[in-house]
């Protein structure tokens, strides 16, 4: 801060004295201010944007202390305190919220998050590098995708009238299954399309990290007798171990951030007791109702979960002898 | 090396679940194509097909009939394009300005940068702001508020870090300001690093959905994302009839061609993209 606010005082001071004078740090740096000039200008629009639309809503989470009303504005909406968040945690859908949640968060831990690691392995292992680079293409587009794209690939797939799965139960002369509208298989669906989308290219990092095991101890490894499965199991994958460590405790510190738009493409009525979770909800309950002041409490509260938990999870990456993320 | 039999065995293993794999990840794409090219006479009479006999453009040409579709992916082909621009020439410029050491205030304003990529307000207030503005129904409201991402402007700083000080200052003795030096100089060397980005943005902006539902209520300006999910949801509900935007029911195989429609862009790009994964793969895997 200190930087940015001498700039005016030394405008005073500087006219009425000869810039040689001003020898002092403060001099130098206004010298330096006004030498970088066109780089600020340069920067300009870019913080323009940054302010307008990174922090005057990081300022707008007031509204989450007043009874907010857009014709009054921020300026003149009465303020209540803690209300709309004591209203939020007692409500018994805040519960509901948390489960599905952590519900959805867990089930990519256990099952999505392991498949990247298994497929790089095995990736690593082929020894045509056409065939390597053939599968690589084909896994990592569906990243590309929107999730409108998936979640209609989704329906085209599952759909209980003409979806390809019950057509195929159907010839068999099987009952049809009600997959998407299915509350106890909606978590289910939700892992196999994130699966499905982001495992592929998941395994980038990964390979990154295998591409610099040192070769000799394959060879090592190879001349003690070791399979290609024992290669795997204990040379590549205990060096690739700390990538695997960082990356899973900053997996855990992304634990509230479940996909937004991929649940909200796949919500519906059926089974809204287990899609519902703190972005959709705020979603829901804010944009659709205009509760603006109770729906931006709700997801300050995820926020701030959310950002606690990431720094944790930094500062235990970092104790890892790792990089982390900033 | 000789090779034992147990290392063939593994590898025949190894190439078929890769296989398989691929297949997987490949079918329900190869799918979605076959029933859009399927006569939907062809279509309706078969329990179910997985290649057509009978191949067909019905689907195609009735959707590129309807005016909504067609003006919708005029939409998004708008908004690819000018964001994309405007993105890249938005971060490129705060990047480079920041890659600068001799910048005073590059830390403060690095740091600053960072807490918007780790606290995020949420939906709300980013949607306040964008009412206050009076950006609602705007395709601009689509732009601005993901003009650049703190994500995008660090690792563009870091790519601008390697070019040497030398490069400028040689800039500025044939009489070019950080300006001029920028446009002439720093720009055309790197292009093939904007492209990159600009490649990453580009999708980002076709698969605008979220942004488009929260902003947009008028159907006109309707990026696809958001008319390929109402085509799709009426599969769902199709004795409520069809919405306003399409004149007709669409059967299975519209839907489907609609799908391959909005997906062809991404294909496209898709080999130009592959290129440049490793620079931006990191960032984007950890932040899942």
Known sequence: ?326 | MKKTLSDRIFDVFNVLLLGLIAVLTLFPLYYVFVVSFTDPVEYLKSSFILFPHRWSLASYSYLLATKAFVHSLGNSAFLTIVGTACSLVVTAALAYALSRKRLPGRRLLLLLILITILFSPGIIPNYLIVRNLHLINSVWALILPVLASGWNVILMKNFFDGIPVELEESAAIDGCNDITTFIRIILPLSLPSLAAFGLFYAVGYWNTFFNALLYLTDSAKWPIQVLLQNILLNSQNSELGMSAYVEAPPSETLKMAAVIVATIPILIVYPFLQKHFAKGAMVGSVKG
């Open chain 1, 1 to 326: 801060m200190e930087q940015l606010q001498t700039p005016p005082t030394l405008v005073a001071k500087g006219a009425g004295q000869a810039p040689t004078a001003a020898r002092g740090r403060l001099g130098r740096l206004w010298k330096d201010v006004v030498k970088s000039k066109y780089l600020y200008l340069l920067a300009l629009p870019g913080i323009i944007f940054f302010l307008i639309f990174k922090y005057i809503p990081m300022f707008g989470v007031v509204v989450a202390f007043q009874n907010y009303s857009p014709i009054r504005g921020i300026a003149n909406s009465p303020w209540v305190g803690f209300q709309h968040f004591e209203r939020f945690f007692s409500n018994p859908d805040f519960l509901i919220l948390f489960r599905n949640t952590m519900g959805i968060s867990l089930m990519n831990l256990v099952f999505f998050f392991p498949l990247p690691i298994v497929v790089s392995l095995f990736l690593n292992e082929l020894r045509s590098e056409k065939y390597k680079k053939t599968i690589q293409t084909i896994v990592y587009m569906p990243h590309f995708m929107s999730w409108v794209i998936i979640s209609g690939l989704t329906f085209l797939m599952f759909a209980t009238g003409e979806g390809l799965f019950n057509k195929i139960l159907a010839t068999f002369g099987a009952d049809k299954v009600d997959v998407l509208s299915n509350p106890h298989l909606f978590w289910i669906m939700l892992t196999i399309q994130s699966v499905w989308k982001e495992a592929g290219w998941g395994t980038i990092i990964f390979l990154a990290a295998i591409a610099s095991v040192d070769p000799q101890l394959y060879e090592a490894a190879r001349m003690d007798g070791a399979g290609r499965f024992r290669q795997m199991w204990h040379v590549t994958l205990p060096a690739i171990r700390s990538t695997i460590v960082v990356l899973l405790i900053l997996r855990l510190g992304h634990i509230m951030d479940v996909g937004f738009e991929q649940i909200l493409l796949m919500y519906n009525g059926a089974v809204s007791s287990v899609a519902e979770v703190f972005d959709t909800y705020v979603y829901r309950v804010g944009v659709q109702q205009a509760q603006f002041s109770y729906s931006t409490a709700a997801g300050l509260f995820k926020s701030i979960i959310g950002l606690v938990l990431v720094i944790v999870a930094n500062k235990l990456a970092k104790k890892f002898g790792e990089e982390g993320v900033y």
